[in-house]
Nanobody
C-alpha cells in the first residue's frame, strides 16, 4: 500500500502561483515508480496535468506546458507541481498518483485525496 498526501492548494488570484506537494509513504520502492498529477473540476472528468519518471523524465498536458513544472525528490519521497500564471479555468482539485509514466488515469494505482486550487478572476 502507498499513502499519498497532497498539500499547497488554496485561493489565488489570476496570474498568481502555487506550489503543490505530494508526500508518499508506505512503500520502500517509491523511487522505482512514476508520479503523476491530475486535476478534476466540478462536473468534469479527471484530467492529466503532468508526470515524472523515477529518474526525472517529464510529461505535460498541452494546457500545462510552459506554465507548470513537475519535480521530485526520491530521498524525500515527495513530488511537487509548480503552478504559474494561474487562470480561473485552472480551478480544480489536484491529486497526485503513483503508477506508470502515462497520461491515462488507469495507468496509476494509488491516489491521494487531493488539494483544492481556486483561482479568482
Amino acid at each position: 500500500q502507498v499513502q499519498l498526501v497532497e498539500s499547497g492548494g488554496g485561493l489565488v488570484q489570476a496570474g498568481g502561483s502555487l506550489r503543490l506537494s505530494c508526500a508518499a509513504s508506505g512503500r520502500a520502492t517509491f523511487n522505482s515508480y512514476a508520479m503523476g498529477w491530475f486535476r478534476q473540476a466540478p462536473g468534469k472528468e479527471r484530467e492529466f496535468v503532468a508526470a515524472i519518471t523515477w529518474n526525472g523524465h517529464t510529461l505535460y498536458a498541452d494546457s500545462a506546458k510552459g506554465r507548470n513544472t513537475i519535480s521530485r525528490d526520491n530521498a524525500k519521497s515527495t513530488v511537487w507541481l509548480q503552478l504559474n500564471s494561474l487562470k480561473p479555468e485552472d480551478t480544480a482539485v489536484y491529486s497526485c498518483a503513483v503508477g506508470r509514466w502515462d497520461t491515462s488515469v488507469s495507468s496509476y494505482d494509488y491516489w491521494g485525496q487531493g488539494t483544492q486550487v481556486t483561482v479568482s478572476s
